[in-house]
């Protein structure tokens, strides 16, 4: 079966400081891969996504890159603010022998991140 | 256009009462779904479906029946609420174009849920 495995949490870094999240992941088949953002008291927001092998999805100032020898999409930032502090879930969604995903996502476990001034 | 909407916000049960969270959505979207999240365990699948009348299961579908009459609703029953059902409930939606490898999902705010 698929599984998504991100680093502990929670992690705790002070203004402009660099982020490393990281995710590896197991999967039958070929998966697109997703990070979503939770900030406090709302839903999932789609950060980025990338779909085939060494793909780099960015968004506001993140970046993550499809590793398919290694299994891994760690999410960057170089310089993080506060209004970066939220929930990082990784996440995969594989697709069924005709090409579909049917909309179900495998999760990992969410890496709380904390940003000082 | 307000997206994927969730009803009620929060609700609290006693064991054994039986409720349905409400989800919605206004996109047109085929494929619908619903997650629990748990404190570090990220989010696990519950049901899903693929369009109107087709449901399945998903990881942890044990305690909780759903049924697709339209594209816009799929609601979430609860038949004898338990406390393990404490949890936080996203609806999602999305759809998959011809072509594409996969879809982008849009997630609900949530049904915060307490059984005591």
């Known amino acids: 079966g698929n599984s998504v495995t991100q680093m502990e949490g929670p992690v705790t870094l002070s203004e402009e400081a660099f982020l490393t999240i990281n995710c590896t992941y197991t999967?039958?088949?070929?998966?697109?891969l997703f990070w979503y953002v939770q900030y406090p008291g709302e839903g999932l927001q789609l950060l980025l996504k990338a779909t085939k092998a060494d793909d780099k999805g960015s968004n506001k100032g993140f970046e993550a890159t499809y590793r398919k020898e290694t299994t891994s999409f760690h999410l960057e930032k170089g310089s993080v603010q506060v209004s970066d502090s939220a929930v990082y879930f990784c996440?995969?969604?594989?697709?069924?022998?005709?090409?579909?995903?049917?909309?179900?996502?495998?999760f990992g476990q969410g890496t709380i991140l904390t940003v000082h001034p | 256009n307000a997206g994927v909407t969730q009803t009620p916000k929060f609700q609290v049960l006693k064991t054994g009462q039986s409720m349905t969270l409400q989800c919605a959505q206004d996109m047109n979207h085929e494929y619908m779904s619903w997650y629990r999240q748990d404190p570090g365990m990220g989010l696990r699948l519950i049901h899903y479906?693929?369009?109107?009348?087709?449901?399945d299961q998903g990881e942890v579908p044990n305690g909780y029946n759903v049924s697709r009459s339209t594209t816009e609703d799929f609601p979430l029953r609860l038949l004898s609420a338990a406390p393990s059902q404490t949890s936080v409930y996203f609806c999602?939606?999305?759809?998959?174009?011809?072509?594409?490898?996969?879809?982008?999902?849009?997630f609900g705010p949530g049904t915060r849920l307490t059984v005591l």
């Open positions: 479906s693929v369009g109107a009348g087709i449901t």
């Open positions: 996440a995969l969604s594989g697709l069924n022998a005709g090409g579909t995903s049917y909309g179900k996502l495998t």
């Open positions: 999602a939606s999305s759809y998959q174009s011809q072509g594409m490898r996969t879809d982008t999902q849009y």
């Open positions: 999967a039958t088949g070929y998966p697109s």
